[in-house]
């Protein structure tokens, strides 16, 4: 098993800029694809971002594109997600998660380990 603790949310202006991480504990780390989800208040949970184990494939949503960055350190047992010129929109709870294949899914239902969350408010 593997457990995940996020941080680094908070509150910032539109434009701005927030790192997030999620630190591991448990089994090896890098046997594990990790994911990036948020949800936000009445929404389900959307995939955000995903990283292959190896830390060499990365896939966004499309409304992230060019805005976030995906990135694990296999030695720290993290992996952090870089979000700038937030918007309103992505105002959510933001959720890691891993799941014990090589690739990471879009699908929430694929992952087997979930962190608590971490609130991030983007407001102008």
């Known amino acids: 098993q593997v457990q995940l603790v996020e941080s680094g949310g908070g509150s910032v202006q539109t434009g701005g800029s927030l790192r997030l991480s999620c630190a591991a504990s448990?089994?090896?780390?890098?046997?594990?694809?990790v994911g990036w989800f948020r949800q936000a208040p009445g929404k389900e949970r959307e995939f955000v971002a995903g990283?292959?184990?190896?830390?060499?494939?990365?896939y966004y949503t499309d409304s992230v594109k060019g805005r976030f960055t995906i990135s694990r350190d296999n030695a720290k047992n993290t992996v952090n997600l870089q979000m700038s010129s937030l918007k309103f929109e992505d105002t959510a709870v933001y959720y890691c998660?891993?799941?014990?294949?090589?690739?990471?899914?879009?699908?929430?239902?694929?992952?087997?380990?979930w962190g608590q969350g971490t609130q991030v408010t983007v407001s102008s």
């Open positions: 998660a891993a799941r014990d294949t090589y690739y990471p899914s879009r699908r929430a239902s694929d992952y087997n380990y």
């Open positions: 448990g089994r090896t780390f890098s046997s594990y694809a």
């Open positions: 990283l292959s184990r190896s830390g060499g494939a990365t």
